[in-house]
């Protein structure tokens, strides 16, 4: 089965991909984010706390 994902509404160039994570818990949250594959966009959006967030510099965890 072959998946697509949306284009990315800022740059048009890149596509947007989620990215999962881990709560408090340990539970998984997926699709925590998405974020554009075009570096030079750097598009995202998120969800922290049960709010959306977007814009935010994407970066690494130092975890």
């Not at 072959?2 to 408090?24: A, H, N, W």
């Not at 997926?30 to 814009?55: H, L």
């Amino acid at each position: 089965m072959e998946m697509s994902f949306p284009e990315c509404q800022k740059c048009e160039t890149g596509i947007l991909v989620p990215l999962s994570d881990y709560g408090r818990d340990g539970a998984t949250i997926m699709y925590k984010a998405w974020i554009c594959t075009n570096p030079a966009c750097g598009f995202n959006i998120r969800i922290d706390n049960g709010e959306i967030s977007f814009g935010r510099q994407a970066s690494q965890s130092t975890k």
